[in-house]
T-cell receptor, first 121, second 115 residues
Framework: NAGVTQTPKFQVLKTGQSMTLQCAQDMNHNSMYWYRQDPGMGLRLIYYSASEGTTDKGEVPNGYNVSRLNKREFSLRLESAAPSQTSVYFC????????????????????FGPGTRLTVT | TQLLEQSPQFLSIQEGENLTVYCNSSSVFSSLQWYRQEPGEGPVLLVTVVTGGEVKKLKRLTFQFGDARKDSSLHITAAQPGDTGLYLCAGAPRAKNTGFQKLVFGTGTRLLVSP
């Protein structure tokens, strides 16, 4: 199993350009997430999909759109890139969404992809 | 927005030393996780703690969840160069129902263990 894969690994864009970051998981997970990681700020949730067919905004959704193409794939689109979107982007998946009680114990694990390093000039 | 603050932000130690990393919040969490992230890779889960006062051990790593479920610590005994990385805590906020609760990540502690 490849786990969570992301493409591309690196990307440089000019301000105003658009692009789509691709993510796929082969673990038959229900939930998928997009995070951005910036120095000193930890991981911040951009969008998530609790299950196939649903998507919701996270903490920092402005300037982004997502598509849950099927159970395996969850893409992130930047319509008009800005320098403030320079970051490392991580896709993650989990079998169950956070907070779902399983056999009396709330437990889940998020599996992360290797990340996409995006620079917007 | 619920915040998880980690301390210290950066730690540089020699091989064989012990260290403790702290993760603190004013909010209560239903569970708390610790991840390790190596350069150029995504975070990898180390442990999940769910009960106040819970202690879990993973070889030389000891994780503790505070009694009030607002804080956690990670203690490494006899650190090795292979422990080098970014350590992140992440909490699932407590909610009244079992609806979706998004993970809140801490700001991270960057650990460097020199031979």
């Amino acid at each position: 199993n490849a786990g969570v894969t992301q493409t591309p690994k690196f990307q440089v864009l000019k301000t105003g350009q658009s692009m789509t970051l691709q993510c796929a998981q082969d673990m038959n997970h229900n939930s998928m997430y997009w995070y951005r990681q910036d120095p000193g700020m930890g991981l911040r949730l951009i969008y998530y999909s609790a299950s196939e067919g649903t998507t919701d905004k996270g903490e920092v959704p402005n300037g982004y759109n997502v598509s849950r193409l099927n159970k395996r794939e969850f893409s992130l689109r930047l319509e008009s890139a800005a320098p403030s979107q320079t970051s490392v982007y991580f896709c993650a998946s989990s079998e169950f969404p956070p907070g779902q009680v399983l056999a009396g114990v709330s437990d889940y694990e998020q599996y992360f992809g290797p990340g996409t390093r995006l620079t917007v000039t | 927005t619920q915040l998880l603050e980690q301390s210290p932000q950066f730690l540089s130690i020699q091989e064989g030393e012990n260290l403790t990393v702290y993760c603190n919040s004013s909010s209560v969490f239903s569970s708390l996780q610790w991840y390790r992230q190596e350069p150029g890779e995504g975070p990898v889960l180390l442990v999940t703690v769910v009960t106040g006062g819970e202690v879990k051990k993973l070889k030389r790593l000891t994780f503790q969840f505070g009694d009030a479920r607002k804080d956690s610590s990670l203690h490494i005994t006899a650190a090795q160069p292979g422990d080098t990385g970014l350590y992140l805590c992440a909490g699932a906020p407590r909610a009244k129902n079992t609806g979706f609760q998004k993970l809140v990540f801490g700001t991270g502690t960057r650990l460097l263990v020199s031979p």
